[in-house]
């Protein structure tokens, strides 16, 4: 794309400096270098719009949690922005006057809109917390496109974002990172700005994008409200707290992410309607997680189909990326069998899934054509013994605790063929083989596991824990751990899945240097990644 920030960016070697600046120029540049120009062309959209919306005093300053985009399809693609004048207001509401505003959007090719290919107007109120979820419809596929909301006289920081090829269309190369776990008290989002700088067409976002703690932490990053959360104006406060980072900002406004929750966006290793954490009733329970869920919509650029009904999310969908990749989001959280201890993981009852997921996800592997099947999903797919010698020890959070289950998806990604289980929540790289039987190393290897670190949680991060050799011994279907901070950039082909280890070296104090710490391939038709010097 000549012409454009991304292909100008400096290379992502730069020191953090540069990369701050572009970040800057990226965001902020359209709105300074061309405001009244901008503010007339967004003017003129909106005067054909409803003038009914109750007026009232000027909103300043709106757009402090910057703007996103995701989901991404051929013809059309989320814009979210959420405005909120005072952010981290202890009621929740932003700083936002308790009325109804109207926002004008507009999306366009050309980065200074001067002939932007569609806009309009929406309103937004108090009972979503202002924030805003547009589809903008009618895109052309496999384009990149510029996007900013205005309210008033103030006009937001410019997004890009990229729509998916037209379906079954021929797509030779696509580029996404995974991330995931981003606690805001245990590091600055140095990774999150060097993401900003990739050239990607999605950022998939894995889970843990909020911590529900009261954790103050040691680097002058303490979660607000200063409690462990749980209603919704406390939700609320969290999303938007992490959300004023200017790192992350400028990550969302790069590329659409499309993203799932795990437990910590609610409560850690909640489970359906069942706190892990607290002997409390479902009904208690469930009130909280309406609180948790719609907060969390709030705050990311979903699509209509995600909005919360009382406390039910639908997370689980399908983004589809010409012919080359089919990809599952799974919501491994809503659904699921209480944890049990490790003698009850056989039980062939027991749905990490649930059963309409579960056959939405046999259905959608089924009718696949693509190249590569891709598993966006939260937690560690693979057997994981953790003893040393006999007996056995399994997460009791993980897929082996559901193991009846997790042994009959991973027939059908044998079936399905070149299939990638891609995992966040452990803070950790790894890389797996997908074994035909986790316990004969002999085996076939069916499918890929990718488990991508943490940005930030876990604090600044190790090349490996003393325990990570006992983990590679009893289990040889693992082929490497490292616990470095960052994300992973996948670059995938007809022919080949390239997987880079990025990582940084603390996140306790700002401004680190990226570096790769492994290349792993995998080829097509050739289940199992093997590293690459
Ligand atoms: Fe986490
Ligand atoms: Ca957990």
Same mark, same amino acid.
């Given at each position: 794309m000549p012409g454009t920030p991304r292909s100008s960016t400096p290379s992502v070697s730069s020191p953090l400096p540069g990369v701050t600046a572009t970040r800057r120029q990226a965001l902020m540049g359209a709105v300074t270098l061309s405001a009244a120009a901008l503010g007339t062309t967004l003017g003129a959209s909106s005067t054909s719009a409803a003038t009914s919306a109750p007026r009232g005093p000027k909103i300043s300053d709106p757009f402090t949690l910057g703007v996103a985009s995701?989901?991404?399809?051929?013809?059309?693609?989320?814009?979210?922005?959420?405005?909120?004048?005072?952010?981290?207001?202890?009621?929740?509401?932003g700083g936002m006057p308790e009325r109804v505003v109207e926002v004008q959007w507009q999306i366009s090719q050309d980065e200074d809109f001067s002939r932007p290919v569609a806009s309009g107007t929406v309103e937004t109120g108090p009972d979503q917390a202002h924030s805003v979820h547009v589809e903008a419809q009618g895109l052309r596929p496999r384009a990149d496109y510029f996007y900013r909301f205005r309210v008033g006289g103030e006009i937001s920081p410019v997004g890009?974002?990229?729509?998916?090829?037209?379906?079954?269309?021929?797509?030779?190369?696509? %580029?996404?990172?995974?991330?995931?776990?981003?606690? #805001?008290?245990?590091? *600055?989002?140095?990774?999150? &700005? $060097?993401? /900003?700088?990739?050239?990607?067409?999605?950022?998939?976002?894995?889970?843990?994008?909020?911590?529900?703690?009261?954790?103050?932490?040691?680097?002058?990053?303490?979660h607000l409200p200063p409690?462990?959360?749980?209603?919704? %104006?406390?939700?609320?406060?969290?999303?938007?707290? #992490?959300?004023?980072? *200017?790192?992350?900002?400028? &990550? $969302?406004? /790069?590329?659409?992410?499309?993203?799932?929750?795990?437990?910590?966006?609610?409560?850690?290793?909640?489970?359906?309607?069942?706190?892990?954490?607290?002997?409390?009733?479902?009904?208690?329970?469930?009130?909280?997680?309406?609180?948790?869920l719609k907060a969390y919509y709030e705050h990311m650029p979903l699509r209509a189909a995600q909005r919360p009904a009382g406390?039910?999310?639908?997370?689980?969908?399908?983004?589809?990326?010409?012919?080359?990749?089919?990809?599952?989001?799974?919501?491994?959280?809503?659904?699921?069998?209480?944890?049990?201890?490790?003698?009850?993981?056989?039980?062939?009852?027991?749905?990490?899934?649930?059963?309409?997921?579960?056959?939405?996800?046999?259905?959608?592997?089924?009718?696949?054509?693509?190249?590569?099947?891709?598993?966006?999903?939260?937690?560690?797919?693979?057997?994981?013994?953790?003893?040393?010698?006999?007996?056995?020890?399994?997460?009791?959070?993980?897929?082996?605790?559901?193991?009846?289950?997790?042994?009959?998806?991973?027939?059908?990604?044998?079936e399905v063929g070149n299939a990638v289980v891609l995992t966040g929540d452990v803070h950790a790289n790894y890389v797996v083989d997908v074994k035909a039987d986790f316990d004969d190393p002999d085996s076939a290897t069916v499918a890929t596991e990718l488990v991508g670190t943490s940005f930030t949680s876990g604090r600044d991060g190790v090349e490996q824990n003393p325990g990570d050799e006992v983990q590679l011994r009893e289990n040889p279907h693992i082929k490497f751990i490292n616990r470095n901070r960052g994300y992973v950039r996948n670059t995938l082909t007809p022919t080949e899945w390239t997987v880079d280890y990025r990582v940084v070296d603390r996140v306790s104090e700002p401004d680190a240097p990226i570096r790769d710490r492994a290349r792993f391939v995998i080829e097509s038709g050739e289940p199992g990644a093997r590293p690459l010097v």
């Open positions: 995701g989901d991404p399809f051929h013809d059309s693609v989320v814009l979210w922005t959420r405005l909120a004048p005072d952010p981290l207001a202890e009621d929740g509401l890009r974002t990229r729509t998916t090829p037209a379906p079954g269309a021929r797509l030779d190369h696509f %580029a996404f990172a995974i991330a995931s776990c981003q606690s #805001y008290t245990h590091g *600055h989002y140095t990774a999150q &700005a $060097h993401l /900003a700088q990739e050239d990607l067409d999605l950022v998939a976002f894995l889970g843990d994008y909020i911590y529900e703690t009261g954790d103050q932490g040691e680097i002058g990053r303490g409690v462990e959360v749980r209603s919704l %104006a406390e939700y609320r406060i969290r999303h938007a707290q #992490y959300k004023t980072d *200017h790192d992350l900002q400028a &990550a $969302h406004a /790069a590329f659409p992410w499309a993203v799932v929750f795990d437990d910590h966006e609610l409560e850690n290793n909640w489970a359906d309607d069942t706190s892990y954490e607290e002997d409390i009733p479902p009904e208690e329970f469930l009130q909280r997680r309406e609180n948790a406390p039910d999310l639908h997370l689980y969908r399908r983004l589809v990326f010409g012919n080359l990749v089919d990809m599952h989001l799974l919501d491994t959280r809503q659904y699921r069998d209480v944890q049990v201890a490790d003698e009850e993981r056989g039980d062939p009852d027991r749905s990490l899934l649930g059963a309409d997921q579960r056959r939405w996800l046999s259905q959608g592997l089924a009718d696949s054509t693509a190249t590569w099947n891709v598993l966006a999903q939260q937690v560690f797919f693979s057997q994981r013994d953790f003893a040393d010698g006999a007996p056995t020890d399994f997460s009791d959070d993980a897929w082996d605790n559901y193991q009846v289950e997790r042994d009959a998806v991973r027939d059908e990604l044998a």
